[in-house]
T-cell receptor
Framework: GAGVSQTPSNKVTEKGKYVELRCDPISGHTALYWYRQSLGQGPEFLIYFQGTGAADDSGLPNDRFFAVRPEGSVSTLKIQRTERGDSAVYLC???????????FGPGTRLTVL | RKEVEQDPGPFNVPEGATVAFNCTYSNSASQSFFWYRQDCRKEPKLLMSVYSSGNEDGRFTAQLNRASQYISLLIRDSKLSDSATYLCVVNPGSNYKLTFGKGTLLTVNP
């Protein structure tokens, strides 16, 4: 079956712009996660959704970052007023529920010029 | 102290070698432990879970020492296809929030 998909695969933007990153989880997975991976680092947790609600957004670095999952399936990570330090690979993962293995998508590589 | 610390690497080994990766974690309340593999410019994928009793999957053996807060991964008879970054991952108490180490790059040479 299809895995987690993310679009776009690459996004180049200018400092100060707004970006949206999309994640399509595996069908039937109720749990969805966003992570951020900077060069030479492991992924860092950003936010976890159980169904439509953000159960834990403690990893979001500041209020420029926001994520939604309005129908409990697709999720969008939104970044306002992008900064060069936001450049990273943004990974989405999903799992059947929070107790099960997380499957990662291929990521969106964000470059802020 | 970082939550999860790994050997800095990189490791360069010949085919057929045995290689061991080490990892320590700071949160003694951590519940579950994993090794993930990440190929260059790809997503991380679960390699194996790590249990207190130790577990083996073919050429791969994982060990956990809760008292020392130490995790290891041993790869025997390494193959070219084992070349990747190996990430030590800890679930610090919640079910969902995975904490990753920086990863250790392994290159297996012909």
């Amino acid at each position: 079956g299809a895995g987690v998909s993310q679009t776009p695969s690459n996004k180049v933007t200018e400092k100060g712009k707004y970006v949206e990153l999309r994640c399509d989880p595996i069908s039937g997975h109720t749990a969805l996660y966003w992570y951020r991976q900077s060069l030479g680092q492991g992924p860092e947790f950003l936010i976890y959704f159980q169904g439509t609600g953000a159960a834990d957004d403690s990893g979001l670095p500041n209020d420029r970052f926001f994520a939604v999952r309005p129908e409990g399936s697709v999720s969008t990570l939104k970044i306002q007023r992008t900064e060069r330090g936001d450049s990273a690979v943004y990974l989405c993962a999903s799992s059947l529920d929070s107790y099960n293995e997380q499957f990662f998508g291929p990521g969106t590589r964000l470059t802020v010029l | 102290r970082k939550e999860v610390e790994q050997d800095p690497g990189p490791f360069n080994v010949p085919e057929g070698a045995t290689v061991a990766f080490n990892c320590t974690y700071s949160n003694s309340a951590s519940q579950s432990f994993f090794w993930y593999r990440q190929d260059c410019r790809k997503e991380p994928k679960l390699l194996m879970s790590v249990y207190s009793s130790g577990n083996e999957d073919g050429r791969f053996t994982a060990q956990l020492n809760r008292a020392s807060q130490y995790i290891s991964l041993l790869i025997r008879d390494s193959k070219l296809s084992d070349s990747a970054t190996y990430l030590c991952v800890v679930n610090p108490g919640s079910n969902y929030k995975l904490t990753f180490g920086k990863g250790t790059l392994l290159t297996v040479n012909p």
